[in-house]
């Protein structure tokens, strides 16, 4: 015997499920607001995110790179979750430092980090070469300006940004110079060939790139200290401390930690450091897949 539904019904249906499904929305997004301590603990109890994600996952992340044309010699846009961030990357030609004559400058411009970001890409030439960015010694050399922009903030920015200014200085290029027998530089904005661009960062290794991943860390009772990979807005708020490790080098056997940022009022072991760590190189491998494809 076959049951069939008139058009009628099924409409009634759909609408009554919909108006369900709102309703259970509805009173998601007032537990949050109301007790957002609550809202999340509860979720965490049962072990599960409220994005639904176990603990240890980082939500999906994409890179997207070489979407300004205009006014940046490199550009990315990186999205984790719904976090959003836009670097651009400049230039500048200008007379080094007496004591740096034979190096280039690279700055960052940023409304959060930015002082440990230049500290990340800059440490022992990581991924870029400052005395590459020479063009005339003691006399002309680029600076090398990486702005980015927060587009939206979900949580875990400091791996969003550093992402993409990682992104935007692989994507970046260096347009060609002339020097005359002054000493005065003339780039050459002319010429379009892009063969005659250099890479700004060269032929960085893919173990000279650094990677992040920052973890949260909620204590829910007395013995048991909870860990989450990349964490939400949300889960930022309520977290009593967080780990952020920088590793480089795509072979797990090589990776390096570059950078270590802990704060927070709740201490972390040298165990659950060495779990971030190892969490880290994993995340590397992931990313960088993202990052030179």
Known sequence: MTTTVSSAQQEQEDLEFLIHEAEASSWID???????????TTFLENKVRPDGRVFLSSRPTSITTGI???????????TIGNTQVLAAISLLV???????????????TSSHYATWLERVLRTSGLMLDLKSLCILPNKAAWRVQVILQVLNDDGNIRDCMLLAAVAALLNARL?????????????????????????????????????????????????????LVDPTQLEEEHCDSTCC????????????????????????????????????????????????S
């Not at 990677?211 to 860990?227: A, H, N, R, S, Y």
């Open 68 to 78: 300004l044309t205009r006014n940046a010699v490199g550009s990315a846009l990186v």
């Open 94 to 108: 200008g007379t080094p430092a007496a004591e740096f004559g034979e190096y280039g400058d690279l700055t960052v």
């Open 30 to 40: 007032t537990f949050s607001a109301l007790d957002s301590k609550a809202f999340l």
């Open 245 to 292: 490790i920088v590793v480089t080098g795509a072979n797990m056997n090589s990776n390096q930690v570059v950078n270590c940022e802990v704060s927070g009022r709740v201490s972390i072991s040298s165990q659950q450091l060495a779990l971030v760590a190892q969490m880290a190189k994993g995340r590397a491998r992931e990313l960088l897949e993202l990052l030179t």
């Open 175 to 227: 347009p060609p110079v002339v020097v005359d027998k002054d000493g005065i530089v003339s780039i050459q904005v002319d010429d379009e060939k892009e063969d005659h661009f250099a890479k700004v960062c060269g032929d960085s290794s893919t173990n000279n790139i650094p990677i992040p991943l920052t973890v949260g860390f909620l204590q829910l009772d007395k013995k048991e200290m909870t860990l």
